[in-house]
């Protein structure tokens, strides 16, 4: 049963940083793709970043280009999200969502993804 934990989420003041961590059991990870979705209060779920199985591809929504990076650890089964410059617009909870590998069409719509985790808060003070 394929099971994905975020963790590494909290409080943190504009213009810091925080490393997201997101550990997958379950699934054979080399061939998942991953992706980072989040979904702000009162607002629908987003996409973030998503990156193939090789680590070969990536994409990043707009507004986290140049401050976001997505990064994988084969050997620890783990996916990672660097957010660099956090302003108070990144305030969410966090998904990360796997993709046992078929191929993308569309990696920033969720119904790409067939397995997620189960969220976790960050909080940017302004």
């Known amino acids: 049963q394929a099971q994905l934990v975020e963790s590494g989420g909290g409080l943190v003041q504009a213009m810091g940083s925080l490393r997201l961590s997101c550990a997958v059991s379950?699934?054979?990870?080399?061939?998942?793709?991953m992706a980072w979705f989040r979904q702000a209060p009162g607002k629908e779920r987003e996409f973030v970043t998503a990156?193939?199985?090789?680590?070969?591809?990536?994409y990043y929504a707009d507004s986290v280009k140049g401050r976001f990076t997505i990064s994988r650890d084969n050997a620890k089964n783990t996916v990672y999200l660097q957010m660099n410059s956090l302003k108070f617009e990144d305030t969410a909870v966090y998904y990360c969502?796997?993709?046992?590998?078929?191929?993308?069409?569309?990696?920033?719509?969720?119904?790409?993804?067939?397995?997620w985790g189960q969220g976790t808060q960050v909080t940017v003070s302004s």
């Open positions: 969502a796997a993709q046992p590998w078929r191929g993308w069409t569309y990696p920033e719509r969720e119904s790409q993804y067939n397995y």
């Open positions: 990156m193939d199985w090789s680590g070969g591809r990536t």
């Open positions: 379950g699934l054979t990870f080399g061939a998942v793709a």
